[in-house]
């Protein structure tokens, strides 16, 4: 762990000059500070939920979820390297869009529902601006752009957000797999290497 954290200040150290005179970051002992903290928040999750955007606006509730979500994949998993982390952060990740994309989803049909089951006939979507009473092009019933917009955008971007999140989950099933193998011929490999034990002393004398 030192031998990393050294080569984590020899790395932020070789960059400060590409990001010198950022706002931010006048030092380089700012730039330093800015490092240890990025560390801190990858290590946490505080990074990973910070950039899903409008933080300050999002369920307090949901993030918590999330970061529990993440530490139990980490956990269960034995993350230990970068790559296994960046893999457990995109399947929170597309787990999150999933949730979101799964209520737009549900407050579509919402308006679907509305629509249909309305008193008054079915609303229409009308072309151009409205001149006179008769002067109306209608493109379409507001209905159809619903369905339309369920089918054609919102369900494939629900299906590709969750084939996005069990892609990393069974990759980082395949690295268990692939740990639990290699542990297997190691213990293999020292027990056929290991000596057999001698036979009691006097033992092939006896009749």
Wanted: zero cysteines; hydrophobic letters at 40%.
């Amino acid at each position: 762990m030192a031998e990393r954290h050294e080569r984590l200040l020899h790395d932020a150290r070789a960059v400060f000059r590409a990001v010198e005179g950022w706002g931010l970051v006048k030092t380089d002992e700012d730039w330093r500070q800015a490092v240890e903290q990025a560390k801190a928040d990858l290590d946490s999750g505080g990074f990973l939920i910070e950039r899903l955007g409008a933080e300050r606006y999002l369920d307090p509730t949901l993030m918590a979820m999330l970061l529990v979500l993440r530490r139990r994949l980490i956990d269960e998993h034995g993350v230990t390297t970068a790559a296994e982390l960046m893999m457990v952060d995109v399947a929170v990740l597309s787990y999150y869009h999933t949730l979101r994309i799964n209520g737009w989803i549900g407050n579509f049909a919402s308006l679907l529902e509305s629509e249909l089951f309305r008193k008054e006939s079915l609303s229409v979507n009308m072309e151009g601006q409205r001149k006179s009473s008769w002067d109306v092009k209608i493109r379409g019933l507001r209905v159809e752009e619903i369905v339309e917009r369920l089918g054609q955008q919102l369900v494939p971007l629900l299906d590709r957000s969750n084939r996005m999140m069990l892609r990393n989950l069974k990759a980082l099933r395949e690295r268990d797999r692939g740990r639990l193998r290699a542990s297997a011929s190691a213990r293999l490999a020292r027990s056929t290497s290991a000596p057999s034990r001698s036979t009691r002393p006097g033992a092939d004398d006896q009749v």
